[in-house]
């Protein structure tokens, strides 16, 4: 963590509104991801961008959005179209593209 | 996509016992690197691999860089009750192993 803040850290929805999960980074990063965790599972990339205004998608991008209007955030919408979407979410942040990553605490998603 | 397959998924022990964590691509890798979570948490670092052979020791653990760059592992010596976590490896292309979960028994 260490720089890199996620808010909420629970967050409750009724199915069918699409929501908004924070993350904020003051280590003067280029590059900010998002990943999905599921209980007893790895980490599956979402999101990921590299440079401020892009961003490309990763493997289970269908039914998020995100943008990068500014380096220090890169929130992650969850939209009504995500069919699964109660899970653990967790961004990170490096200095570049491919390098060691710093995680934040992680957002718990529960759609209910 | 590039695939990292990462065994054991589940691994129990004795404390005091040894553990190891295997990770293994199709493809060379340019680095490697560890990451520990601990129940509840986040992921964090612990290592990261670049050369072919690379061997690195961080008190009980130690990291293997395979010598084709396409495999590598996670070695602790006498677990600890502070072992308890789940460990992953990832590559430079974003791709993170399903983890080991290391449940040390007192």
């Known amino acids: 963590d260490g720089g890199i803040t996620q808010s909420p850290k629970y967050l409750f929805r009724k199915e069918g509104q699409n929501v908004t999960l924070s993350c904020e980074q003051n280590?003067?990063?280029?590059?900010m991801y998002w990943y999905r965790q599921d209980p007893g599972q790895g980490l599956r990339l979402i999101y990921y961008?590299?440079?401020?205004?892009?961003?490309q998608k990763g493997d289970i991008a269908e039914g998020y959005s995100v943008s990068r209007e500014k380096k220090e955030s890169f929130p992650l919408t969850v939209t009504s179209a995500q069919k699964n979407p109660t899970a653990f979410y967790l961004c990170?942040?490096?200095?570049?593209?491919?390098?060691?990553?710093?995680f934040g605490p992680g957002t718990r998603l529960l759609v209910l | 996509g590039q695939q990292v397959m990462q065994i054991p998924q589940y691994q129990h022990v004795q404390e005091g016992e040894d553990f190891t964590t295997y990770c293994n691509s199709s493809?060379?890798?340019?680095?490697i690197q560890w990451y520990k979570q601990r129940p509840g948490g986040h992921p964090v670092f612990l290592i990261q691999?670049?050369?072919?052979?690379e061997v690195k020791k961080q008190k009980r653990l130690t990291f293997q860089f395979g010598e084709a760059k396409k495999n590598s592992s996670l070695h602790i010596t006498a677990t600890q009750t502070t072992d308890v976590g789940t460990y992953f490896c990832?590559?430079?292309?974003?791709?993170f192993g399903s983890g080991t979960q290391l449940t040390v028994l007192p």
């Open positions: 990170a942040s490096s200095i570049t593209g491919g390098e060691t990553q710093y």
């Open positions: 280590l003067n990063h280029d590059a």
């Open positions: 961008s590299q440079i401020v205004n892009d961003f």
């Open positions: 493809t060379t890798l340019s680095n």
């Open positions: 691999l670049v050369k072919s052979g």
């Open positions: 990832a590559a430079r292309q974003l791709t």
